[in-house]
């Protein structure tokens, strides 16, 4: 079942096992069950250390993963964990076996100290991308929590579960039964989910910075390197770590790298800034700032940061089109993510809405695996760039719509069609279908800053060409300033900027 490639990596993986490994597996007749069987006994032949043993599981099939001679561990693979959750099988077996996980002391003590029962479901599909880090943080929360058990549940193994619950939508996570949240999330997220983020009173002790960076995207990472390398006291504050990077999946215009993808490049940034002495303070977000002597950064848990000077790195969201129905059907029908949600639409009709780069990319990947797309774009004509309106044209299971202004998207429990504006007519006209992916560019998470900084009607940052803002000490950098193009690269370098910005500030002050 697995290629050479991987099975010689695996060999590698399998030589770190700190103890001996049981698989519990429950499998039936069915093809499924059959590959299952197959994936564990490859998986088992690799190693002296593992052995395999019949069980009955909630689901078939399905397997769990346990060190030998210990309670169960938690962690269980409903379906087959290839494609982008082949990692998060390997990363199980060494974790289970006692393999000390890179999380930092910090977190796994807020792991420890949950005392309810907590059993965490996530339906993935395996080519999301976006699912691997969920899975992994749930895996590593049960091997850590005795009171805490994980199933990762494939969906194309339990079609008829994934529709029973109307998943339309991975990752989806559900907690004891019920619904609790969909999309990427990482270990600090969940754990402010629950209840279990990071403690106040341990923030509210730390001594004031030199430099506060708020956000952590390429702009923040790339300013706290450039500000811990100058020598002086450095933070960041970031709701998850990578930011809309992550969401990203094909990286072709990063100088010196020919391709690469938005989680692989995350993580090495920030493997960078773990090399310096930089105070990273993940799963909060920043409510607001206001100018004593210091400037003092009010976090969502109640605590209260101080420092010098801040630099706003806060990025963009994905913009909504902001209709009847899109609300109500989020993660119903309506998606943002084609590389994660198109499994789910296998053989259906559905929407793109935006007809620049980001929405042609989406029709084209949408087109090689549901039944039809149809493009709906505002404008005349498509704004995507040349070469991929050409591959788009060429797809026979696509329709351009231009001059549609988009009013509703309807649907009973799920979406079921679009309702548009034709602007060269005025006419009303509806377009039957069961999924609409928003591609409509990105929106900046500037809304908490209120007055305290100068923005434009867009809710951009203005800064001045040391990425300063109209408020002295306070800089901003990337996507959520009015910088003239939003790309990987330029934030990065507006991170310098602002960071180079800042330490001069100092100087001066």
Not at 452 to 459: C, D, I, S, Y
Not at 499 to 507: N, P
């Amino acid at each position: 079942m697995l290629e050479k490639e991987i099975k010689q990596q695996l060999a590698q993986y399998l030589e770190l096992l700190e103890n001996d490994i049981v698989i519990k597996v429950s499998v039936g007749d069915d093809k499924v069950s059959k590959e299952t069987l197959d994936l564990v006994n490859e998986i088992a032949d690799m190693s002296k250390m593992i052995t395999i043993e019949e069980a009955k599981l909630e689901r078939t099939p399905s397997f769990s993963i346990n060190r030998k001679g210990e309670e169960d561990s938690g962690v269980v693979f409903a379906g087959i964990p290839l494609g982008h959750e082949f990692t998060s099988l390997v990363l199980a077996l060494l974790q289970v076996s006692g393999r000390a996980p890179k999380v930092e002391d910090s977190v796994i003590e807020q792991i420890k100290n949950i005392k309810e029962k907590l059993h965490f479901e996530t339906y993935v599909s395996l080519s999301c991308h976006n699912c691997p880090d969920v899975v992994q943080a749930l895996n590593l929360m049960s091997i850590i929590n005795p009171n805490i058990s994980h199933t990762m549940v494939e969906g194309s193994a339990f079609k008829d579960e994934v529709e029973s619950k109307n998943i339309m939508a991975v990752p989806s996570v559900y907690l004891n039964g019920d619904f609790m949240e969909s999309g990427r999330m990482t270990i600090e997220d969940i754990l402010s989910q629950i209840g279990s983020g990071p403690d106040a009173d341990a923030l509210n002790d730390k001594d004031p910075f030199d430099v506060l960076v708020i956000g952590g995207g390429p702009a923040g990472a790339s300013a706290a390197i450039y500000a811990a390398r100058k020598g002086i006291r450095t933070g960041i504050v970031a709701d998850r770590f990578g930011g809309q990077v992550m969401d990203t999946l094909g990286i072709e215009n990063f100088i010196s790298t020919k391709y690469t993808e938005g989680p692989k490049l995350m993580a090495e940034v920030e493997a960078h800034v773990n090399e310096y002495d930089i105070d990273v303070m993940k799963g909060l977000q920043a409510k607001q700032i206001e100018k004593k002597d210091l400037f003092e950064v009010e976090l969502d848990n109640g605590a209260l940061l101080k420092s010098k000077t801040i630099i706003l790195s806060t990025g963009a969201r994905w913009r909504n089109v902001g209709v009847p129905g899109e609300a109500e059907f989020k993660n119903k029908g309506v998606a943002y993510c084609p590389h994660c949600d198109a499994p789910l639409f296998e053989g259906k009709h559905v929407a793109v809405i935006g007809g620049g780069n980001s929405g042609i990319e989406a029709a084209i990947d949408l087109a090689g695996v549901v039944k039809h797309v149809t493009v709906f774009e505002f404008m005349p004509e498509l704004k995507a760039d040349a070469v991929l309106q050409e591959r788009l044209h060429s797809l026979p299971n696509v329709d351009v719509i231009v001059n549609a202004q988009t009013s509703e998207i309807t649907g009973d429990e799920t979406v079921n069609g679009i309702t548009y504006i034709d602007r060269e007519t005025n006419d009303e006209k509806h377009v039957e279908l069961e999924g609409v992916f928003v591609q409509i560019g990105l929106v900046p998470n500037t809304d908490w800053l209120g007055d305290t900084v100068e923005r434009n009607k867009m809710g951009e940052i203005l800064v001045d060409k040391n990425g300063q803002t109209n408020v002295p000490g306070i800089f901003a950098a990337g996507d959520c300033t009015d910088s003239a193009y939003k790309q990987i690269i330029i934030s990065m370098g507006s991170g310098a900027t602002a960071s180079l910005g800042a330490f001069d500030y100092l100087i001066r002050h």
